[in-house]
């Protein structure tokens, strides 16, 4: 068949049911094996935007998000959604068009070295050197953007071998042997962190993005509620942990409430799980939380003690590290009732520092409580996107956010223009994500 072709049932062999993508001269090739090949293709107006929407779309549902460019500015197009996609840890495969063969390093019309423009800022990326290649390598793609820490891979495509006809067989696995991400957590280190945790007067869950990344939202709701311990979230983090609740203190840092803030700043103890301790949590690193140990769960070993030292560093994925912390902890059958006085000035700190806003009567809406009535209307049961800026922090301010994937914005690289194509990504989603609401509810999605 012909290595387009080939390109399809990869894509299918992977589940995957939608792309987003706009045609070029140098991809013309692929987008011609779309006819019949039964994966539906969003048709987007620039390259940037079908980024994103990939992003909303993995986002919004787990799975790997795929984008289409052609070579040259298609692929320079798609440089901000792969660095966004980076950045906030999204599965996505993004496949660009290129010249002929022949023309690589001449300068050719359209040629860029999308490669080499894209080498900093992606887990992997592939130049397809011959057809037979094709399977093998959207296979490895596919894999090396889902595993261990989530990102984008790029896969560049040379328009004549794109061409080609090749004897196709079905790729059934995928051996990197280089590439084998740690995954379950090193046992002595979670026995450390449980009796580190049981025995802390001041401890305070910090979650990120990757408890969401990690479908870990159940094992850190347990562990919360199991040890009676507070509990915030980052920007990304949003709907790790069910809000609202008694637990959960809001989310932390810059636009974050007093109460996390204050409780950072005061803690003996603080579990980071899933999160990078980025400059928007710390402020001045010197004078982060100055009196706390740390606990470090993160799926990326190079993140770990990056920004704040650990003192117990545990790689693995967020889900299978707290599915274990929650047996050791639960083993030492911690007495709660130490947490009391700890609680008390949480409480006094959330009642005289509350979120709040001046009630403007019938002269104006308020941005916030404009959000509250979205929260309201919906119930919550809503997937929320943003685009960057002021707006995006009242959201994460007042919309509670019950479960995960349910916030769809930019949070390390501030994306402008990035809600409405991720809007519509998630949208595409929303058609065949399981979910409780009702019909109206789904509509207004």
């Not at 300068?107 to 011959?130: N, R």
């Not at 996390?260 to 004078?287: C, P």
């Not at 003690?305 to 790689?315: E, F, G, L, Q, Y």
Request: with cysteine.
């Amino acid at each position: 068949m012909r290595a387009v072709d080939a390109i399809m049932e990869c894509l299918k062999a992977e589940g995957v049911e939608v792309v987003f993508g706009y045609p070029g001269g140098a991809n013309l090739p692929t987008y011609d094996a779309f006819v019949d090949a039964g994966v539906r293709h969003i048709l987007v107006r620039h390259e940037q935007g079908g980024g994103h929407a990939a992003e909303g779309y993995a986002k919004a549902t787990g799975n790997v998000g795929v984008a289409f460019g052609t070579s040259g500015p298609g692929a320079t197009n798609l440089v901000t959604p792969i660095v966004d996609a980076m950045m906030d840890s999204v599965p996505t495969v993004f496949f660009t068009g290129q010249v002929r063969t022949e023309l690589l390093g001449t300068d050719g019309f359209q040629e860029a070295d999308t490669m080499g423009i894209t080498m900093p800022a992606v887990k992997h990326s592939w130049m397809i050197q011959h057809p037979l290649e094709i399977p093998r390598i959207v296979h490895e793609a596919f894999y090396v953007a889902r595993t261990g820490r989530p990102g984008p891979v790029v896969v560049d495509i040379p328009m004549d071998l794109s061409r080609a006809d090749i004897e196709y067989e079905p790729v059934t696995d995928v051996q990197l042997p280089g590439y084998q991400p740690t995954t379950e957590g090193n046992a002595k280190q979670i026995r450390q962190a449980a009796k580190a945790m049981a025995a802390a007067r001041r401890p305070v869950i910090y979650a990120g993005g990757g408890v969401v990344s990690a479908e870990g939202s159940a094992e850190l709701t347990e562990l919360v509620r199991q040890g009676r311990l507070p509990c915030t979230c980052t920007l990304n983090g949003l709907g790790a942990y069910p809000a609202p609740d008694p637990l959960w203190l809001g989310m932390l840092g810059m636009h974050g409430t007093r109460a996390a803030n204050y409780a950072m700043d005061e803690a003996d103890l603080i579990v980071a799980v899933g999160a990078r301790f980025d400059d928007r949590i710390t402020g001045k690193l010197s004078e982060f939380a100055p009196r706390a140990k740390f606990i470090h769960i993160d799926v990326d070993p190079a993140e770990i003690s990056k920004n704040i030292p650990a003192h117990i560093p545990i790689v693995g994925d967020a889900k299978r590290v707290l599915s274990k912390l929650v047996v050791e902890y639960r083993a030492l059958g911690p007495d709660a009732s130490r947490l009391d006085e700890w609680w008390g000035r949480i409480e006094g700190w959330r009642e005289k520092h509350p979120l709040r806003y001046e009630d403007s009567g019938d002269s104006e809406i308020k941005p916030q409580f404009m959000i509250q009535s979205l929260y309201e209307a919906t119930g919550g049961d809503a997937i929320v996107a943003s685009d960057v800026g002021q707006h995006q922090m009242w959201t994460a301010q007042y919309f509670d956010f019950k479960g995960p994937r349910r916030w769809i914005n930019s949070g390390g690289l501030g994306t402008m223009g990035f809600g409405l194509p991720a809007a519509m990504g998630a949208q595409v989603a929303g058609r065949t994500r399981p979910s409780s609401a009702s019909p109206a509810t789904a509509r207004s999605r």
